[in-house]
């Protein structure tokens, strides 16, 4: 109690020193809550978002492990690599069977597949094309754009298994103009197509048109449409027909079951059995799940030489983090530089302060105090002053650091918004990336150049929380320790007698 009041009657008396010492404490106890309440709240936001992802996956060929000796960097010697061979494997994708094998793993969620297929329609059909012979806009279309010509498989039928499958109408890109959509177990012939198509071919909700086997003219199929479908952005589904994966499988089978050999124009024959293109999208509720997945697929009999697992929502995640991910380790170098700075000025403050002193020094000891007394009082005067500021400091910086997170991350979004909007134009904006062995793109963590945009986590709940306040009370200490070293160090040094009569 005695060292307490002496400290206090201490800091009273040089008052204009103590200020300084205040000030220059709460300045670094605003920056350092501000910098460590917005990088814990960056941090737990990553953590959140990463708990909480809904992932899809999907199983194709492992690019990397096939393309083998080309993923690091050496050329196979003569007649040790076949094309054929290589392109083949690149080409492969799981059966229907073999991805439900996998889909029963018992960290999958759930499972849905989409079936793809070219056909052909009548001579009288009227496909959506522009005057360039491809795809264009539809006001283009009708502005002069009239079609006419066919090529083979100008229809591109898509099967779903389940509606869950229907990923452009759950994120809205497409959307049910009239009618409704199909039943996903439905096997009838069911469909819904473009209203661009229902327009130009004067076709109606209950209207049926029929689709034709390019490689077979005589194997016919009739389907009904039960509505159709607007996408005001593209124009990328306007040839496009969907059902249920029942509906078109029966119609595979169908040509499975009639199938002829019949001459391919290049000296050979071909079957007149269509195959459809099948791909499997697997859910997991987590990405915990999504983890314990890529292990127990290969318990499950998957050749990882040959296939890969990938999510592209884990891709988005790590694009849309992006931002958070740099607020994070700029608030961190913040903080150490404040540290360092402050620390660094706090040491020489206190250096020309006990020089000051140094006359006090040697009074204290000549009538009886220790010198370990007199460096726990000079202790005590530090630690209270630094106390006080650290305590104020915290305060505001917990309201600020609200509004000031918010601004620093909206300024980390928009840096990297423009760095992808400039590399994008420096490509013509056409970049795409993506073009190293095994699909990897070196540019993958600042954004989709290719026009499909990233959704950013721009949002942050800063709170300054216990791990925050316990961080700063040992900066208190640290800073106390670091002011106070010279100080507890000369006052051990000097001797009573000297210094008087050096006085």
Same mark, same amino acid.
């Given at each position: 109690?005695?060292?307490?009041?002496?400290?206090?009657?201490?800091?009273?008396?040089?008052?204009?020193?103590?200020?300084l010492i205040f000030i220059l404490v709460f300045l670094i106890a605003v920056s350092a809550c501000v910098a460590l309440s917005v990088r814990g709240s960056a941090e737990a936001a990553k953590e959140t978002a990463y708990n909480s992802l809904s992932i899809t996956a999907q199983i194709s060929a492992n690019r990397q492990g096939i393309m083998g000796s080309f993923g690091s960097g050496e050329? *196979?010697?003569?007649?040790?690599?076949? *094309?054929?061979?290589?392109?083949?494997?690149?080409?492969?994708?799981?059966?229907?069977?073999?991805?439900?094998?996998?889909?029963?793993?018992?960290?999958?969620?759930?499972?849905?597949?989409?079936?793809?297929?070219?056909?052909?329609?009548?001579?009288?059909?009227?496909?959506?094309?522009?005057?360039?012979?491809?795809?264009?806009?539809?006001?283009?279309?009708?502005?002069?754009?009239?079609?006419?010509?066919?090529?083979?498989?100008?229809?591109?039928?898509?099967?779903?298994?389940?509606?869950?499958?229907?990923?452009?109408?759950? =994120?809205?890109?497409?959307?049910?103009?009239?009618?409704?959509?199909?039943?996903?177990?439905?096997?009838?012939?069911?469909?819904?197509? =473009?209203?661009?198509?229902?327009?130009?071919?004067?076709?109606?909700?209950?209207?049926?048109?029929?689709?034709?086997? *390019?490689?077979? $003219?005589?194997?016919?199929?009739?389907?009904?449409?039960?509505?159709?479908?607007?996408?005001?952005?593209?124009?990328?589904?306007?040839?496009?027909?969907?059902?249920?994966?029942?509906?078109?499988?029966?119609? +595979? $089978?169908?040509?499975?079951?009639?199938?002829?050999?019949?001459?391919?124009?290049?000296?050979?024959?071909?079957?007149?059995?269509?195959?459809?293109?099948?791909?499997?999208?697997?859910?997991?509720?987590?990405?915990?799940?999504?983890?314990?997945?890529?292990?127990?697929?290969? +318990?499950?009999?998957?050749?990882?030489?040959?296939?890969?697992?990938?999510?592209?929502?884990?891709?988005?995640?790590?694009?849309?983090?992006? *931002?958070? $991910?740099?607020?994070?380790?700029?608030?961190?170098?913040?903080?150490?530089?404040?540290?360092?700075?402050?620390?660094?000025?706090?040491?020489?403050?206190?250096?020309?302060?006990?020089?000051?002193?140094?006359?006090?020094?040697?009074?204290?000891?000549?009538?009886?105090?220790?010198?370990?007394?007199?460096?726990?009082?000079?202790?005590?005067?530090?630690?209270?002053?630094?106390?006080?500021?650290? +305590?104020?400091?915290?305060?505001?910086?917990?309201?600020?650091?609200?509004?000031?997170?918010?601004?620093?991350?909206?300024?980390?979004?928009?840096?990297?918004?423009?760095?992808?909007?400039?590399?994008?134009?420096?490509?013509?904006?056409g970049f795409q990336g993506g073009g190293f062995p095994g699909g990897g793109n070196r540019f993958q963590n600042i954004g989709n150049l290719s026009g499909n945009e990233v959704e950013y986590l721009d949002s942050l709940n800063t709170t300054t929380d216990a791990s925050v306040l316990l961080s700063l009370m040992a900066i208190s200490i640290l800073l106390t320790l670091i002011a106070s070293?010279?100080?507890?160090?000369?006052?051990?040094?000097?001797?009573?007698?000297?210094?008087?009569?050096?006085?």
């Open positions: 109690m005695y060292i307490i009041k002496n400290a206090y009657k201490s800091i009273v008396r040089a008052k204009g020193r103590n200020i050329r *196979p010697q003569e007649g040790e690599f076949d *094309p054929e061979s290589m392109m083949g494997k690149l080409s492969q994708a799981l059966t229907l069977e073999e991805m439900t094998h996998y889909a029963g793993s018992e960290y999958v969620d759930g499972f849905y597949y989409t079936g793809s297929i070219g056909f052909n329609a009548p001579e009288d059909f009227t496909f959506y094309e522009n005057t360039s012979g491809g795809f264009g806009s539809f006001g283009g279309m009708m502005g002069g754009g009239m079609m006419g010509g066919r090529n083979s498989a100008d229809l591109t039928v898509i099967g779903y298994s389940s509606h869950d499958a229907m990923t452009t109408f759950i =994120s809205g890109e497409n959307v049910i103009y009239e009618g409704n959509v199909f039943e996903q177990d439905s096997s009838d012939g069911s469909c819904i197509i =473009s209203y661009e198509l229902a327009l130009l071919n004067d076709l109606a909700v209950g209207d049926s048109f029929t689709i034709i086997n *390019p490689q077979k $003219e005589d194997q016919v199929y009739t389907v009904t449409i039960c509505g159709t479908f607007l996408n005001e952005s593209s124009e990328a589904y306007a040839n496009t027909v969907f059902m249920s994966y029942a509906s078109l499988n029966a119609m +595979v $089978e169908d040509t499975i079951a009639n199938a002829e050999e019949v001459e391919n124009g290049r000296g050979g024959t071909t079957s007149t059995a269509l195959r459809s293109t099948v791909s499997g999208t697997y859910v997991f509720s987590n990405a915990e799940r999504y983890e314990e997945f890529l292990t127990d697929v290969e +318990v499950l009999g998957l050749d990882t030489e040959a296939y890969a697992v990938s999510s592209t929502d884990l891709n988005q995640y790590e694009k849309s983090v992006v *931002p958070l $991910e740099s607020l994070s380790k700029f608030t961190m170098i913040f903080f150490i530089v404040v540290l360092l700075i402050g620390g660094g000025i706090l040491v020489i403050f206190n250096m020309f302060t006990v020089r000051e002193r140094k006359y006090e020094i040697g009074v204290l000891a000549a009538i009886g105090m220790k010198k370990g007394t007199v460096a726990l009082q000079f202790l005590t005067e530090t630690f209270l002053v630094t106390l006080l500021a650290v +305590v104020i400091g915290t305060g505001i910086g917990a309201t600020v650091s609200q509004p000031v997170g918010d601004y620093l991350l909206q300024e980390q979004v928009a840096s990297v918004e423009t760095t992808t909007t400039t590399m994008n134009e420096n490509f013509g904006g070293s010279v100080g507890m160090i000369s006052v051990l040094r000097y001797e009573p007698l000297k210094i008087l009569s050096e006085r």
